[in-house]
Every structure is written in structure tokens, then in C-alpha cells.
């Protein structure tokens, strides 16, 4: 998939997550039902061990980039100074098949099972090329708090 500047989305503008704890460059595509976002893994990341990038990070991709599909109703408005809660209630599923390295860009695609007021089930996959890395059903749950 190529990345082009003006396809781009501000992944700002869909998740509360700052580095260093961001693990989401962009998103490629966003619907109320799917999304696909990029990573690219660097050397001063926290989940990074021996050039790897390890296990838990793909899990927390994986949940950034599921999260962004429930979290784009909190930020419709860039402007605002939204503040979000949010975490993973569960985790139905999880098979890891291998570990990108330093300097490898991953791309993860995730789908909404279902959707229940600030509840939602997410399938997601992630890749580096044509190698599936993660795949993962996640539960997810956010919600706007008080500033």
C-alpha cells in the first residue's frame, strides 16, 4: 500500500495516546466499520528489545488501531479538547506469527464485530508485507471524561 501525503489521516484526531506511548504513525483508511493504520517501528521504542519489536507492542498496535474505529465519534471535532479513557476489556483471540524488526513499517487492518453504546469487538490483523505478524479479537472499551 502506498502512502501518499494526501490520503493521510492525523491519527491525533482519533486517539488520546502521545509518545511515547503512541504506536500509530497514520491511518490509511478509516470508516465507522474499518480501518487501516501504519507503523513504523524505530529504534527508541519502548517495545523495542534486541532490534525487535515484541509481543506487547503488537498487541497495544493492534488495540490503538482497533480503538481508533469507536474513537472517531469523540473526535469528530479536531478543535476540541476532548479527553478519552480507554482500554482493553478483553482479548478473545491472539496469535502472534512473527516479530517486525527495527526500521520495518507494519500495516494493520481491523474490522468492528459489534458495537454496544462505548463497548465494542474488533478483528484485526497486522503485516509486514505480505507476512501476517498479529492476529487479533479485541474488546474494547472508551469513554469521554471531564476535563
Known sequence: MELKEENLINIHNFLPHREPMLMVDYILELTPEKVITSF???SDNIFVYNDHFVEA???EHSAQTSSSILGQSFFE?????????????N???????G???VGDKIISKAS????????????CETFLDDELLIRTEISLFIQEIES
Open 99 to 101: 516479530s517486525p524488526k
Open 112 to 123: 468492528l464485530i459489534s458495537k454496544y453504546e462505548n463497548i465494542c469487538q474488533i478483528f
Open 40 to 42: 513504523e517501528i524505530t
Open 77 to 89: 471535532n479536531p478543535e476540541s479538547n476532548t479527553k478519552v479513557i480507554g482500554f482493553i476489556t
Open 91 to 97: 482479548i478473545k483471540k491472539i496469535e502472534v506469527f
Open 57 to 59: 507492542g503488537l498487541i
